[in-house]
């Protein structure tokens, strides 16, 4: 148990660090690299740069890895034992998050090796991107009601620019069409903090823009293209996780 705590401790000030270099001028692009990418496609082009930020990623990993193994037998030992032999609820309870943590941290593996990433892909209408020799995604057309010149900012002062009042979500969308291998999967819409899903591919437009050459009319957009395969798994256990830690509190209340 004093173990679990010290390594809690430490994750938490690990955590701290990162946010501190992610907020340095350093190692800002390398955190933005990791997060745009498959963490084990990251993983693979860091490999041959030993940098802080990969040290930092590697003791994170470490920290969580002796986390887990910590609760499996500290469940094993102590909290399986007692909700059997006792038939104790409250220890039960207590055994099920304890599970049910591990099983999320197995699927945040999963969610870093399978599948696939691809971030900050720019289109306009009509144009196309190929991905994984099978895949493309076209941007069919873009509908945007609000004022272009915007779209020319920094981003800082863009997103200041888009308020709720300056900026109207669900009015401004892009209609895009996924094929494979040629032939049509699905089409459809897709908006601002609204993705686009087909299976377990979902693409979701970061912003609307506008080349800094040339002078467009109609923005086009940028994407993120993500294929996560335990997306709803990951979900269910977390809400899994919420009920089991509120019928403990709600056990745990009513003893006392």
């Known amino acids: 148990m004093r173990f679990a705590f010290w ?44 940098s802080l930020v990969l040290i930092w990623f590697l003791g ?12 499996i037998f500290c469940s094993w030992n102590n909290l399986l034992k007692i909700s059997l032999n006792r038939k104790n609820i409250r220890a039960f309870l207590l055994l099920s998050l304890h599970f ?19 971030s900050d892909i720019e289109l306009m209408p009509g144009d196309s991107y190929s991905f994984e ?12 009601t609000d004022d272009t010149s915007v ?25 895009i069409s996924l094929y ?8 459809g819409i897709m908006k601002m903090l609204m993705p686009f899903h087909y299976e377990n591919i979902r693409i979701s437009m970061i912003q609307f823009y506008l080349p800094k050459k040339g002078n467009f009319q109609t923005p086009g957009v940028k994407i993120n293209i993500v294929k996560d395969l335990f997306a709803e798994a990951f979900f269910i256990s977390y809400a899994i996780e919420i009920v089991l830690l509120l019928s403990f509190v709600i056990f745990t209340w009513r003893k006392r």
Not at 60 to 71: K, W
Not at 100 to 118: E, S
Not at 158 to 163: A, E, F, G, K, P
């Open 7 to 50: 390594l809690l401790i430490t994750i938490i000030i690990w955590f701290f660090m990162g946010v501190i270099l992610a907020k340095s001028d350093t190692y800002y692009n390398d955190f933005k690299s990791m997060s745009n990418m498959l963490t084990i496609d990251w993983l693979e082009n860091e490999a041959i740069n030993i």
């Open 60 to 71: 994170l990993c470490l920290i969580a890895f002796l986390l887990a193994i910590n609760f």
């Open 100 to 118: 049910m943590f591990v099983i999320i941290m197995a699927f945040h593996l999963g969610a870093m090796i399978f599948g696939f990433k691809y």
């Open 133 to 144: 020799n099978q895949y493309s995604v076209k941007l069919d057309s873009v509908h945007y």
């Open 151 to 175: 779209l020319k900012l920094k981003f800082k002062e863009m997103r200041d620019h888009q308020t709720k009042d300056k900026f109207h979500y669900q009015d401004n969308y892009a209609r």
């Open 180 to 187: 494979q291998n040629e032939e049509l999967l699905e089409d």
